[in-house]
């Protein structure tokens, strides 16, 4: 709104009363920012690789541009990173929320583990090749047929290193059952590509259900996770506080339409491809 200079030809300065109100009263009116946008955002789409859904799929999601995902500087040290997501578990034990690189030279990975599957394991391999690592796991995690918002965060530069690596699961942080298998120098490199669903190469693919999966180049702290959850309603990531830090963010369908077979990136840094059997987009988000 453009400054008021006059009114009916009488100057600004000269005003002292409006209908009751004085003149730096009125101006304090005008001053006020226009409200915010509402942080929610309208939701339709997931991407389902699931038993459920056809039996024996085996889709994934398979993202362009892979070095931009390679989290280590110029330098050789890690960098900070955290990958937020939505998902569903359908069929147990392995579901593979995310990897960068190869079975055999992988950068990181965060999946279901164990003998039921419900166990939670975030890796980061060191540039031996992918043998040596640092983990954050748990003994106990997700339940099937559930939606869950995950957070995996990794603040590089902590002693020992391991205690950079934590997981938050609808919003409350774990730190419980860290490892370190002689992690050396810095994360591994692998020119494959970050999939969503699947380790490149592997057949432990998953069943179930994706949605608004975020790729932040920061730690993200325990607040900043909080505002991601949203008591459990997925938010507009673009209007959010740490949203300078968003590199990706696949809506998994929503600005798609829900057809074809790429994942848009929002952000536009590396968009994705419904690869595999395949994956598909579905009307099935988290709250429906």
Not at 38 to 58: M, W
Request: hydrophobic share 30%; glycine share 12%.
């Amino acid at each position: 709104m453009s400054e008021i200079k006059t009114i009916n030809s009488i100057a600004w300065s000269s005003v002292k009363v409006v209908a009751g109100i004085t003149s730096d009263s009125i101006k304090d009116i005008l001053d006020i920012e226009p409200a915010h946008e509402p942080s929610g955002l309208e939701n339709t789409y997931s991407v389902a690789s699931t038993s459920a859904e056809d039996p024996g799929r085996g889709g994934y999601i398979s993202i362009a541009n892979p070095s931009e995902y390679h989290m280590v500087d110029g330098e050789g040290d890690d960098r900070s990173f955290s990958v937020s997501t939505w998902a569903k578990i359908s069929g147990l034990p392995y579901f593979r929320f995310f990897c960068k690189g190869t079975t055999s030279a992988a950068e990181y990975l965060a999946t279901t583990w164990g003998g039921s599957g419900t166990a939670m394991n975030f890796v980061i391999y060191s540039n031996d090749g992918g043998t040596q690592y640092i983990n954050q796991y748990t003994t106990h995690g997700m339940s099937a047929d559930t939606w869950y918002n995950v957070v995996f965060v990794y603040e590089a530069g902590q002693d020992p290193v391991q205690n950079g690596l934590s997981f938050y699961v609808d919003g409350t942080q774990n730190t419980s059952g860290r490892g370190n298998n002689s992690y050396a120098g810095a994360m591994n490199d692998s020119e494959a590509n970050l999939e969503i669903f699947r380790q490149n190469g592997n057949s432990n693919l998953s069943d179930g259900w994706i949605d608004e999966v975020g790729f932040w180049t920061k730690a993200l702290n325990g607040d900043e996770v909080n505002e991601i959850y949203n008591n459990g309603t997925p938010g507009n990531l673009a209007t959010h506080s740490a949203a300078d830090n968003l590199l990706s963010w696949w809506r998994m369908g929503d600005t798609d339409d829900g057809t074809g077979t790429t994942v848009t990136d929002v952000q536009g840094t590396g968009d994705g491809t419904l690869s595999g059997t395949p994956a598909v987009f579905v009307e099935h988000v988290p709250g429906s």
